[in-house]
């Protein structure tokens, strides 16, 4: 079984940062991916950036040059820097764990709040 802890959100004005944490422990065996999604009030879970193991990022439309991936291989975690906040970007927060195997795992998920 493998968990993720998230660690990071709360409430933070508009052009505020915040830097949201992953950690992955468990039964970890050949990570693939990992990243982070995010669900706002009465929208759709969508993508916001992962990482591969080969540390290629990729980010959504909506954050780019704004949010920063980044990835620690030995201690199984990833990292989600969000500068430039506003509003649009409140929501849950997941994290999200690709095997190889193909299988995958979601964290509990953390609030994120851009007051305006």
């Known amino acids: 079984q493998v968990q993720l802890v998230e660690s990071g959100g709360g409430l933070v004005q508009a052009g505020g940062s915040l830097k949201l944490s992953c950690a992955a422990s468990?039964?970890?065996?050949?990570?693939?991916?990992m990243g982070w999604y995010r669900q706002a009030p009465g929208k759709q879970r969508e993508l916001v950036a992962a990482?591969?193991?080969?540390?290629?990022?990729n980010y959504a439309d909506s954050v780019k040059g704004r949010f920063t991936i980044s990835r620690d291989n030995a201690k199984n975690t990833v990292y989600l820097q969000m500068n430039s906040l506003n509003p649009e970007d409140t929501g849950v927060y997941y994290c999200?764990?690709?095997?190889?195997?193909?299988?995958?795992?979601w964290g509990q998920g953390t609030q994120v709040t851009v007051s305006s």
């Open positions: 468990g039964r970890i065996v050949s990570i693939s991916a």
């Open positions: 990482v591969t193991s080969g540390g290629s990022p």
């Open positions: 999200n764990v690709l095997f190889r195997s193909g299988n995958y795992y």
